[in-house]
């Protein structure tokens, strides 16, 4: 009931809301406010924030059916693929999440009788990726809780010795993706998205890569040294099947 305390509302109609509004009150999946890596241990998180969305009654804020990507350029000028140098660097200080609403919006039935006036609704919120002003696309950050990507962490302090056979591997099939065109344009090798320490984009794209049914070959790097030899162990039985793509 939150701080309604009448509003009785099935758990079932609060499962792909991504927020709940009611008077100064916004109580928010935690999942939305913290970095891909962070697995909570006790379930899902919901954090109340303070303020309005100047809507009456209660509030869910569900995400599109299909929130929309951008689509590749196909300008072979914007799209570089370096050869990764191993500098663990945040190339995407410019990402920023945006939300908006749509016209869609929908009462909702939570077992009252004999009132007129509806006070539960359901609407369409988008939480839009942007970098330095231009829209990357549009996410819905609940799929991490239902399809969560692997997370690489490691006591390993990066210094385990790596031979000459495993150097050349990597600098022949590790590409950096330093821009959102990079990542949409994939390389065919393995690519490292070097975010570090950049929640907000390490979300971003952990989202975009599940959306795009990417999730099952992507990695994200903890709060542990990235150590590739480590890494490539881990990754080494049946076979080698090193991640696609490398959040860092």
């Known amino acids: 009931m939150f701080e309604s305390g009448r509003f009785n509302i099935r758990t079932e109609h609060l499962v792909d809301a991504i927020a709940l509004c009611t008077e100064d009150s916004i109580f928010v999946a935690g999942i939305l406010l913290r970095d891909p890596s962070m697995i909570p241990t006790s379930g899902p998180q919901v954090r109340r924030l303070i303020g309005s969305i100047g809507q009456a009654g209660?509030?869910?804020?569900?995400?599109?059916?299909?929130?929309?990507?951008?689509?590749?350029?196909?300008?072979?000028?914007?799209?570089?693929?370096?050869?990764?140098?191993?500098?663990?660097?945040n190339k995407f200080s410019g990402v920023s999440l945006h939300l908006s609403f749509t016209e869609w919006k929908m009462p909702l039935d939570w077992g009252n009788t004999g009132e007129i006036d509806q006070e539960v609704f359901l609407l369409e919120s988008v939480l839009s990726v942007m970098h330095n002003g231009q829209w990357v696309g549009d996410i819905d950050v609940l799929g991490l809780e239902k399809d969560p990507l692997d997370v690489f962490e490691t006591d390993c302090k990066g210094d385990c010795e790596v031979d000459e056979a495993m150097k050349?591997?990597?600098?022949?099939?590790?590409?950096?993706?330093?821009?959102?065109?990079?990542?949409?344009?994939?390389?065919?090798?393995?690519?490292?998205?070097?975010?570090?320490?950049?929640?907000?984009?390490?979300?971003?794209?952990?989202?975009?890569?599940?959306?795009?049914?990417?999730?099952?070959?992507?990695?994200?790097?903890?709060?542990?040294?990235?150590?590739?030899?480590?890494?490539?162990?881990?990754?080494?039985?049946?076979?080698?099947?090193?991640?696609?793509?490398?959040?860092?």
């Open 168 to 248: 050349h591997a990597l600098a022949e099939d590790v590409a950096s993706l330093d821009d959102w065109e990079e990542l949409l344009d994939p390389p065919p090798s393995v690519g490292v998205f070097r975010a570090r320490s950049n929640w907000v984009a390490r979300l971003a794209v952990a989202s975009i890569l599940i959306q795009q049914n990417k999730g099952n070959c992507a990695l994200v790097i903890g709060g542990s040294e990235l150590c590739w030899k480590c890494l490539v162990n881990q990754y080494a039985y049946p076979e080698p099947h090193t991640p696609r793509f490398i959040i860092d």
């Open 58 to 89: 209660l509030v869910l804020l569900v995400s599109p059916l299909n929130p929309r990507i951008r689509p590749t350029g196909y300008d072979p000028t914007s799209v570089e693929h370096k050869m990764y140098d191993g500098k663990r660097e």
